[in-house]
């Protein structure tokens, strides 16, 4: 599958951006679908995830209770809405996805094959 990703942008401390990702030419159906965000002189890491069948979700403690992960059935894309945003949110964000994903191994990025091209977000102070 190719994963499509859009939204990021420049935002203020405590701003909201919101970021998609969509896969090109199918569904993700019976896929997880998962963003990873890499910072400056960082490695990448993971941020939340979602099994497209039954919605279970998963998130970073960084981002719990400022980010949501959300399916969007109608277009077939998954989106990370992501408010009271803080410096250290900047990153380069990718969408990554892969099918039979199980939940002890959703937050590594060794368990997705399928990889977007990351979309910059930068929050300033």
């Known amino acids: 599958v190719q994963l499509q990703a859009s939204g990021g942008g420049s935002a203020q401390a405590g701003g909201s951006l919101r970021l998609s990702c969509a896969a090109s030419?199918?569904?993700?159906?019976?896929?997880?679908i998962a963003w990873f965000r890499q910072g400056p002189a960082k490695e990448r890491e993971f941020v939340a995830a979602?099994?497209?069948?039954?919605?279970?979700?998963r998130y970073a403690d960084s981002v719990k209770g400022r980010f949501t992960i959300s399916r969007d059935f109608a277009n077939s894309m998954v989106s990370l809405q992501m408010s009271s945003l803080r410096p250290e949110d900047t990153a380069i964000y990718y969408c990554?996805?892969?099918?039979?994903?199980?939940?002890?191994?959703?937050?590594?990025?060794?368990?997705?094959?399928?990889w977007g091209q990351g979309t910059l977000v930068t929050v300033s102070s």
């Open positions: 030419g199918r569904t993700f159906y019976g896929y997880t």
């Open positions: 979602i099994k497209w069948s039954g919605g279970t979700t």
């Open positions: 990554a996805a892969d099918r039979n994903v199980i939940l002890s191994s959703i937050t590594m990025i060794g368990s997705y094959d399928h």
